[in-house]
């Protein structure tokens, strides 16, 4: 494989340069001087920011933007074999690397790298983090999965010391990192268009625990029911933080405010370790706190600092967002595509002021929706009325037998109301007639659902 190395910088073309997590990337190595060109389909502001800061950029893809000074080629999951400038590269012998290969590669660069793993909370923990180590003035180099106010947007370029980042489970792309820190938040039956089982699942995760060298640590959710499993036997350090006071770090005496957002007290290793208040709602949202208080510790940070950096965090986009008002109506939008997500979400909703709860659920992917049929019923009727919407395909063809009518069916068979509308203007209306002062509108879906609820508070 390709070594990429700061000390000698090379030149790098990205296929899909316009893409979130690929335009971070290659801002990330402008920034530590190396040549930069790629290519997109149709230009943006993220290629528009990239051509500002020095990269070339070409739209749309074709085998001429492979030139002869191209060291390597970096491509993302989207990109077949069948591509141009992939098929020239091969064709040419140029080394090649998928994103996660290049993370991998990347994390090399630093000397602290930390991957923040699971298969629920990975961006919510990420910024968390994020915060506190900014707040320790640590300078990190940063790459999220979502939109974070903090660094507006989704990557920071800091110093060559610390580089945090969240660790994605699917197509197995963590095994490709090299961390020094690992935290693993949870391990939930999910991708099971790549993965067999969740028994292959956790194999997976196992795999990236012994990525950790006998100087690193990993820091593991203990409520998790495999988590011994996973950390059986690891040359490192292994640390570990519950909600059920099972773990090295535990939280008590938890209260929630009016907006749902937590106090509480860590303890470690039973001893009191501080108090700790989080500007965002959620019992989930302690259970990821507590991981980032290890992180800290970890790292060695002062309490005060952690609790400082803690209680800066507002959230990012899409992750229990406050949309505005449609009226005397609350919009909130979320993320969740999964039922362990739904519940929390829902959850963290009960909490929330509200008459009544209105979920505009918008299933994602056609084999999640077929494989967790039952389990997405059960989530949503933690909501007083359901309103659906059509599965969103993503990178799925409408092969596998399975609509949102199945889904209405089964939550209809629980007893909780549920419509559904084939368009989003049909939702639109449907809400507009049906929902009264004080009632809680809540989008969710890693899909398009979001339109809805700005749509709803446009006016």
């Known amino acids: 494989m390709y070594t990429l190395s700061f000390q000698k910088p090379a030149h790098l ?4 340069i316009g893409g979130i997590s690929m335009s971070g990337l290659a801002a990330i190595l402008l920034n530590e001087g190396f040549t930069v060109s790629g290519s997109d389909s149709q230009a943006s502001q993220l290629t528009e920011r990239l051509e500002k800061a020095g990269a070339r950029i070409s739209c749309p893809q074709a085998a001429e ?12 999951a989207a990109i077949h074999p069948d591509n141009p400038e992939y098929a020239c590269a091969v064709s040419r012998g140029i080394p090649m690397l998928s994103r996660a290969e290049l993370l991998g590669q990347m ?3 630093y000397r602290i790298p930390i991957c923040v793993s699971g298969t629920h909370g990975k961006t919510t923990t990420t910024s968390m983090a994020a915060h506190v180590l900014m707040e320790a003035g640590m300078d990190p180099t940063i790459s999220v999965g979502g939109v974070l106010p903090l660094i507006q947007g989704n990557y920071r370029i800091g110093g060559r010391d610390t580089f945090l980042m969240e660790a994605c489970e699917y197509t197995n792309s963590f095994l490709s990192f090299f961390p020094k820190i690992g935290i693993i938040l949870d391990i939930d039956a999910d991708h099971l268009d790549f993965f067999k089982d969740l ?3 956790r194999h997976s995760f196992r795999r990236f625990a012994e990525l950790l060298p006998a100087d690193g640590t990993l820091i593991i959710n203990a409520d998790d029911p495999a988590y011994k499993m996973i950390s059986k036997d690891l040359p490192c350090r ?8 099972s773990g090295d770090f535990t939280a008590d005496a938890v209260s929630y405010d009016e907006m749902g957002c937590a106090s509480f007290r860590v303890m470690k290793d039973g001893a009191p370790y501080g108090s700790f208040s989080l500007s965002v709602p959620g019992e989930h949202n302690v259970s990821n706190a507590l991981a980032v208080i290890a992180l800290g510790d970890t790292l060695g940070l002062p309490a005060e600092t952690i609790r400082a950096g803690l209680s800066s965090f507002h959230g ?3 992750r229990f967002e406050y949309k505005g008002k449609m009226g005397e109506v609350t919009v909130i939008d979320d993320y969740a595509h999964h039922p362990t997500e739904i519940r929390a979400t829902l959850r963290t909703a009960a909490k929330y002021p509200h008459r009544k709860v209105w979920c505009v659920f918008q299933p994602h992917t056609y084999t999640r929706t077929k494989s967790l049929l039952h389990e997405f019923a059960e989530a949503l009727t933690l909501a007083d009325h359901v309103v659906l ?3 969103y395909a993503a990178r799925e063809l409408d092969i596998y037998g399975i609509s949102s009518r199945d889904v209405q069916e089964e939550i209809r068979k629980l007893g909780t109301d549920c419509d559904y509308f084939p368009s989003f ?4 209306a449907f809400l507009r007639d049906r929902c009264e002062p004080g009632d809680l509108v809540i989008t969710m879906g890693a899909g398009n659902v979001v339109r809805i609820g700005e749509d709803l508070t446009a006016g």
């Open 199 to 201: 028994e292959d699942i």
């Open 13 to 16: 073309h990205f296929i899909g």
């Open 389 to 391: 919407a059509d599965i």
């Open 425 to 428: 203007a049909e939702i639109e």
């Open 238 to 245: 292994t640390v570990t933080y519950s909600l059920k006071g």
């Open 316 to 318: 990012t986009n899409r």
């Open 65 to 76: 933007n492979i030139t002869d000074d191209i060291d390597a080629v970096v491509y993302t």
């Open 107 to 109: 994390m090399k660069n």
